[in-house]
């Protein structure tokens, strides 16, 4: 069981990167992204429920970023709109095992490598 999570790189502000992340080995009842910028503490971005019919953002990124899955292949998506320098960070994605509308970090027990996205201004 393992997550491979890509698609960092370097970003103009307000443009429009997507993060994957393939989710292999067995299935989950919540995936999540989250990041983490130097010298703060790692914070959830968006987390989903398995199916998709349930997702929760942080503030600072609602309207502009979207978590989706694809059944297909097992792949969870950030898309992100309307980058800014603040949201320069290592991203990371992350599955749980569990899922309840109010899910924390300290649920998620898998977590892939991170990709960082650096946004210039």
Not at 6 to 18: H, M
Not at 36 to 47: C, D, F, Q, S
Not at 49 to 65: E, I, L, P, Q
Not at 105 to 110: A, I, Q, S, T, V
Request: with cysteine; aromatic share 12%.
């Amino acid at each position: 069981v393992q997550l491979q999570a890509c698609g960092g790189g370097f970003v103009q502000a307000g443009g429009s990167p997507r993060l994957h992340c393939v989710a292999s080995g067995r299935t989950f009842s919540g995936v999540g992204w989250f990041r983490r910028t130097p010298g703060k503490e790692r914070e959830l971005v968006a987390v989903m429920n398995w199916r998709g019919a349930m997702k929760r953002y942080t503030d600072s990124v609602k309207g502009r970023f979207t978590i989706s899955r694809d059944n297909r292949n097992n792949t969870v998506y950030l898309q992100m709109h309307r980058l800014k320098p603040e949201d320069t960070a290592v991203y990371y994605c992350a599955a749980s095992a569990t899922w309840y509308s109010g899910i924390k970090e300290p649920d998620f027990g898998l977590w892939g490598q991170g990709t960082l996205v650096t946004v210039s201004s």
